[in-house]
């Protein structure tokens, strides 16, 4: 994990070394087999969101309580105000309060800090730099847990290898599907970055099928092919959801805004008006190899994808969401040395 | 209780046998002579607010705190977005997510799902189906409790059945009177249903006095009324405070809306400007036989009822009160088998 | 602390005799120092916050918890509602509920109750009488903490005064320079007002420094001199940074309204411009005896004091603000027997 100068946090997954990643996804797997309770009493995890939320606020309420402790949930619309993040600023704006101190003090009644920023959301090259949460990690001087960021989702991406590992028994070398969907409220491209450099840094082999414009990351992309090649693994990308499917052992629905329209919401609806067939069907899963259907969720039924598959046997989305809570506790255990 | 395919819930104190019932009540009464703690240890209880509250929202909390268990509470206004409701939908509107999969993601991290859903406020027709709570009921594969719908507010009436046993030491062969008081936010009628057909249902005679224009629901009277005659009980409705008062041995106050001006605010002003002698008074509670005052609260002082009968002897607004903790106690610790 | 007819409460530091507020402060350095678990089990402390709070609700929640008890936030915007708080009145207005009821019904479902009421605004002479506060203080029957109201803030000067100790090894003696502080957001003076009579009180000379139209409420004022002349200690109020500032072992830096302009954002407005110079830097502390510097936060970087005092050796902020946490633990177990 990233090493402060005085604190180890997790931002991305790439902040855990490659054993601790998948002694924590066996962890979790074992923490979900036996109902794991206790290890954390009298400790208090802080929540901060700074946007709405429902399955990490209660997953991760629910993880902690379930290992002893207490969630505290700070909510930004009214519980504190604006922060200063800019070191050195004269603080005579809107800000009352800096984040150097809000950290250090929060660090003082907590036990582990976990955050949700808000976005910006008037042009990615700024909020690509998570310039938020990095301040909050430099001042916190207890573990700062990363609750989805412009860039990075590592709690669900940490659920996500988890689920692959327990439906295919094994992660290593099979073909997972990351598949545009179309939404008129797409989300951010954090869930897809965590979930594409994780999957290859352990070992499945990636195609990521979308319509022209929607392009990840290029520094992630980067990244995520070098990790590739490090791991032997494999990455594709390209238009097409069927070639993107077939083959594939698991097919991961997900919509992603455009980055080019970030900050644009004319220029996105317009680029969204065109891509109304990019929905899951049977007939697009029938092309994988007795594939599974993921979905991080919230899922615009019919839209993204379709009941059928949806409530079908293959899908995965209820197990998905569930693995949230088992590997969440695995992951406060281990920070906390629970 | 109700049951879903999966699942028992409480959308209604029908949904209890007769002898859960007053097996509950009972179960109630010892909770709070031995103030019961424990049972509950690392289970959580999400709580869903489309509404405000003070009183459900606190006594439900303490409950679970009481028996060990952690109260997790979502505020729709901060935590949550618009649910789709409707089967088969395309969900290309506001909704992001569907009440099938909250319901269902909820689900794997809570233990009991207790919701207070919204009103639309625009016709009765529509509100008293509770469409919205029976979606969650019918997807919930965790005990799910009404903490009042349109229709019905069965915590209040498993509190209020509890007080008039204790008040009385038995509940059959007494009398009820149910009089409604002048507000200028006048309650929902969910209060009234649930303690009426609750009353009738364990043996006391009733008498239901309101100006003219504020029906109780059609069909709840009807559903009252079967049950009466069952149980030996009577109903009778009038426009009479004084004679629904005389004789009675509980004087029950309680504001509620005409459903015949459901939607319609300048209507319901307007019905309301003739009502401003409803109130609960000395006079009124001297007709009764020893009659005890009941309120669910909140209480409009002296225009509801005057200081001098709310804070006299006979009031039992606070043990009344007061009885919500323990009796949720004891259906928590029944639903979950604490 | 202060009898109701059925219950002490603790609105301001003098509801405390002199030997109960020492021996607390001697109480929270134990609790610091062993960390101390456990005594509230199955208790539940109520929290009603009508102004934000990021320390004190983070704080007070996390001590609660450390001392094994559940910490309930009822939060103004989205839990309840206006609040009845006069006498006798006909509620036929915006509050649907009287305070008596509130905290008569909040009394059967919590152990205790931790209120920071709303402030009024308009003009000092109604706000610094304290009403909502002592309504509830007058109708609950659990013990109330004053989270901080108009006229004082008790959790943040037993903090304040724990922590001149620790920094001191003792009180009485030292010197206190109280400096005020520009800032765009001042605080209320209810801080300045609780630190004052309790340094005083156990000791400590004190000079404060404000420019003219800031005096601080003559009858706190009034007071206080009347402590110190028991007490020993002294008082001095000047103009002038640097006389403060002379010889004191501790500065606390602290901006507050002008009490003249309470209710007048023009005038305030107009009178803060032409304080800029009051900042607290490095040549200012030096003038002190080998000062500290504290600050109860949020504090405004490079505008109430620089960041070279903020985060140099001399800064106790983080310190003091850490000890809000095990003053309270102390207090929680002196109130509920823990």
Redesign the interface.
Known sequence: MVESTRQRHLISLQDLGDDELSTLIEASLVMKAAAT??GL??R?A?ML?FR????T???F??AV??L?????N??A?????DL?ARS?????GRA???IR??A???S???DVLAIRPALEGRDWESDRRDASIRAWAEHARVPLINMESALWHPLQALADMMTVHEALGAIRGHRLAIVWTH???PASSAVVHSLLTSSVRLGLDVSVAHPSGYDLDGEVLGCARDIAERSGSSIEIGHSREEAATGAHIVYARSWQSLEDHGNPTLAASRRARTGEWIIDEALLARGSDARLMHA???????EAT?EVLDGPRSM??EQ??N??HSQKALLAKLLGA
Chains 1, 2, 3 share one sequence.
Not at 88 to 92: P, Q, T
Not at 297 to 303: C, E, F, Q, S, T
């Open positions: 309770r206790g009493e009298g208090t802080g969101f709405g939320s429902l399955r606020r209660t997953s309420e629910a309580h379930q002893g402790g207490h969630g505290l700070l909510n619309a009214t519980d504190f105000w200063e050195g600023s004269v603080m005579d009352p309060e800096h101190d809000a250090e003090v929060l003082r009644y907590l939404s008129p409220t969720g919230p899922v615009r039924r019919n839209l009941d989305i209820y969401a569930e949230r809570l």
